[in-house]
Each structure stands twice: as C-alpha cells, then as structure tokens.
C-alpha cells in the first residue's frame, strides 16, 4: 500500500509492507503526527491507537528511509539516520526517492500528515 506523506509544503511517498501493523495503521488514515527529533537519527511521535504486533519479530535494524513503529512508546518513526537493533522496533515500510535526506534537514519538530 502507498502512502502520502506531507510535512509543511513538502510531500513524499512511502510503500507499507503488508502485516497486521501496517493493516491497523492504514486504519487510523488519514492521520496528523507532531513528531520530535530523537537522537538525531529519527523523528518519533505518537499514535492514536496501537498498532498489531502479529507476526512481528521482537525487533528490528531499520534502515535510513524506512518507516516504523517502536511499540513500548505507540509511536510513528521516520528513520532518516542510522538505527541500529533495538527491541520494540518494527519495520512498517519504506519512504522513496530522497525523503529521508529532505527530513533530515528538517529541524527540532515536525507535523505530520499522512493519507492514502
């Protein structure tokens, strides 16, 4: 499933990956994030409800332009830096084309709209 993402006047696509996750993210669309820069790798930020972790490994080593969701906080991510494993991580799917380089330019706080 295809995915738009729009922060301020800039728009990216993102391609989920088919799981239960991403079938109760898709749930949720459309969907507004405040999200915040956290360890200068990702911009994190709440959801409203959980998302399914059916199926889902216990962790995940995200790449730069994936999207996930780290399940201890609820929260969306947009990895724009280099992540190593952690627990908790799951692996939605993957932003395209220079998304991750345009957010990484993007300072302190965000707000996130995403739609199909």
Do not use: C, W
């Amino acid at each position: 499933m295809r995915i738009q993402i729009t922060i301020g006047d800039q728009h990216f696509q993102a391609t989920l990956d088919v799981s239960a996750a991403t079938r109760d993210l898709a749930a949720q669309l459309p969907l507004t994030v405040e999200m915040s820069d956290h360890g200068g790798v990702e911009k994190t930020g709440p959801l409203p409800s959980p998302l399914s972790l059916d199926g889902q490994p216990a962790g995940a080593d995200p790449d730069v332009g994936d999207v996930g969701y780290y399940a201890p906080g609820n929260d969306l991510v947009l990895y724009y830096g280099d992540q190593s494993y952690y627990d908790g991580i799951v692996v939605l799917g993957r932003m395209h084309d220079d998304a991750a380089e345009r957010i990484a330019n993007m300072d302190g706080s965000i707000t996130v709209q995403l739609q199909r």
